[in-house]
């Protein structure tokens, strides 16, 4: 019997809708058949995977793809747990089209086996954003309110907030709905800005969906374990708590999650003050990570998150309880790096003010991290005024003398300010069409210096991404996607032209776990299992994966990334290479050879560095 993928095509416009089949063999999941649509209607597909509701952990994510309005290319977004709720639809994926003419909340319910119900509700979104909880907060409370009484099983909520309507990085929020009420436990489709994509393009603020369908998911437990035993010498569950550990409890690290166990091992790599403790001696970041990090950051969030055990889900039933809470706040190291140490913020108070608020206005958390250190170091360095961006001080922005409370909490009300200007347009703060943008037109109006400060990565004529936070050469690599982990970002060195092919490789394997909807925190299990799960459900292993190594090769031939326009970007990869040499006593042949070429001359030495990366990529392609 075939089995088909079934796409809700919505014309956002008139309300129009209709259901279209494609045959699994020929598209597998969210990633594939969201590349073709896109391309063919510059559609916003919502999706999940042909694994949504089984019985496999972290199987139930919510797949975003189209054009990002910040990349400006294709890009992949996913969403913890809410494909559980969009199972019940009955559908696999739903592509948005044209725009609706008022901001609109869209409703999708399938009760008791019937028609889906399809409609879109205006909303006065401003109004909605500024009562009760604020922002996509209020906008997730008045959506449920309004709907809750048509659904007879707990709904989801996808909602924006008021960064989708000033930025290009607008995020889409959403909370698991459990017994009739809002949870504070928050999952996010941040990178790529679809937020902004759904709400300027297509008209619509929020989705709320949910149903009683039910389909033949795989849920024979006894079949997988053997498949497992026979694989791993341990059942499903087993295997799935081992290698979870990290975003649960790390023994050997006495935390958990992405918080814990990160900040615990970030030492001398930790990255600080917008990016300026590359510059710091070893000594000197080893300081700062001892006694704000170790002493205090981490030491706040170990004693009132993982000895209190504030272990949530993102909504499916899963052993690695990755959601770290404390209280309302949710603890994730990412956000928390980016508006924390990067803002120059080691205080738990201060980053929860300041990640909350950001969170509140629907941003992409670590892109507007990215931003805000950017714009603090220049106004640090006097090359902005407090005036021109509509604050009232310039951050302490120097680890001397730096306390740890106050100064904290001071950079995180400044970063408050930055963030209500950015959202109102106040002084020469003007992200409509980017930071990018901006960047450029502030070096050409003010100094060149300003562009030079700011870390960000570069696609087409104006798309950017803030990357991943972590010092290593491969989160700045010309990949056709990046702010995700489609690329190699381990601590230790590795030659330009084998970067480039390991990131190729680490591209197929994500698309692995994303076309299927399989959160990456298992993929230790996951992306050796799910081709031979595919092939034992379908019969299509081989085609599985022939399908993925044609939508990387899809992806990689769109790739339009553009060298290094930041100075600060070369100081980044140079430093890098200058750690590993003097503080990981690595001895590659290749390495001394890099750090000869750079101390002689660094631009040249940094657009080889960047083209062997991108040279790389493109051979991996060969031996896929």
């Not at 809750?148 to 607008?170: C, E, H, Q, V, Y």
């Not at 409370?405 to 992200?431: C, Q, T, V």
């Not at 104006?462 to 970002?489: D, E, F, R």
């Amino acid at each position: 019997m075939e089995n088909h993928l079934k796409v809700l095509f919505l014309d956002s416009g008139s309300g129009f809708y209709k259901i279209r089949r494609y045959k699994v063999g020929e598209y597998f999941g969210p990633v594939d058949l969201g590349l073709h649509i896109s391309g063919k209607y510059n559609s916003l597909n919502i999706g999940i995977g042909l694994l949504a509701g089984s019985i496999f952990p972290g199987s139930n994510r919510l797949v975003f793809t189209g054009i990002s309005p910040c990349w400006g290319g294709f890009y992949i977004s996913s969403m913890g747990g809410a494909g559980l709720v969009f199972d019940n639809l009955g559908i696999n994926m739903i592509a948005i089209i044209k725009r609706a003419s008022t901001p609109s909340i869209l409703y999708l319910n399938r009760d008791h086996g019937e028609e889906i119900e399809v409609e879109i509700h205006p909303v006065d979104i401003n109004r909605v954003w500024s009562e009760g909880r604020g922002g996509v907060y209020s906008l997730i409370d008045h959506t449920f309110e309004r709907f809750k009484d048509r659904f007879s099983t707990d709904p989801r909520i996808l909602a924006t907030g008021p960064a989708s309507l000033k930025t290009d990085i607008g995020a889409i929020a959403s909370v698991p709905i459990v017994k009739g009420e809002v949870t504070f436990v928050d999952t996010w489709a941040g990178r790529g800005g679809f937020g902004t994509r759904m709400l300027k393009e297509h008209g619509i603020a929020a989705v709320i969906f949910g149903g009683t369908f039910i389909d033949e998911d795989f849920r024979d437990r006894k079949v997988a374990d053997r498949w497992f035993e026979d694989k791993y010498k341990k059942r499903l569950a087993a295997k799935d708590i081992e290698v979870t550990t990290k975003y649960r409890f790390d023994p050997d690290f006495n935390t958990g999650g992405t918080f814990g166990v990160n900040f615990n091992n970030a030492a001398g790599r930790l990255l600080a003050f917008n990016y300026r403790s590359i510059n710091y001696s070893e000594e000197e970041r080893m300081q700062i990570h001892e006694k704000f990090i170790l002493d205090h950051y981490l030491k706040q969030f170990n004693e009132e998150t993982i000895e209190t055990r504030q272990y949530k889900t993102c909504g499916e039933p899963c052993g690695a309880l990755c959601k770290k809470m404390n209280n309302e706040y949710k603890k994730d190291f990412e956000p928390y790096q980016a508006m924390g140490p990067l803002c120059g913020i080691f205080d738990q108070r201060a980053a929860e003010k300041l990640n909350h608020c950001a969170d509140m206005y629907g941003f992409d958390a670590i892109s507007m991290g990215g931003v805000l250190s950017w714009l603090m170091e220049c106004l640090h360095e006097k090359l902005l005024l407090p005036e021109e961006l509509s604050v009232s001080s310039v951050p302490v922005f120097t680890f001397e003398n730096f306390d740890i409370e106050s100064d904290s909490m001071h950079n995180a009300e400044l970063g408050i300010e930055l963030l209500e200007s950015i959202i109102n347009r106040k002084g020469i703060l003007d992200l409509q069409k980017g930071a990018r943008r901006m960047a450029r037109h502030l070096a050409r109006t003010k100094s060149r210096k300003i562009r030079n400060l700011f870390v960000y990565t570069s696609y087409g004529r104006n798309g950017w991404m803030v990357p991943n936070q972590y010092w290593t050469a491969g989160v700045l690599s010309p990949m056709p996607i990046m702010g995700k982990y489609y690329m190699y970002y381990g601590s230790d060195f590795m030659p330009p032209r084998e970067l480039g092919r390991e990131n190729a490789r680490r591209l197929f394997q994500e698309l692995i776990l994303d076309n299927t909807g399989i959160c990456r925190f298992h993929r230790k299990w996951a992306e050796d299992m799910i081709p031979e799960i595919i092939g034992s459900l379908y019969g299509l292993r081989e085609e599985f994966l022939d399908n993925i190594k044609n939508t990387t090769e899809k992806i990689i031939c769109r790739n339009s990334s553009v060298f290094w326009e930041s100075e600060r970007n070369i100081d980044f990869v140079y430093e890098f290479l200058k750690r590993q040499k003097d503080m990981e006593n690595n001895e590659k042949k290749e390495l001394f050879e890099w750090m000869e070429f750079f101390e002689q001359n660094k631009m040249e030495a940094a657009q080889r560095f960047w083209y062997e990366i991108f040279q790389g990529i493109q051979e991996r392609l060969i031996d896929l």
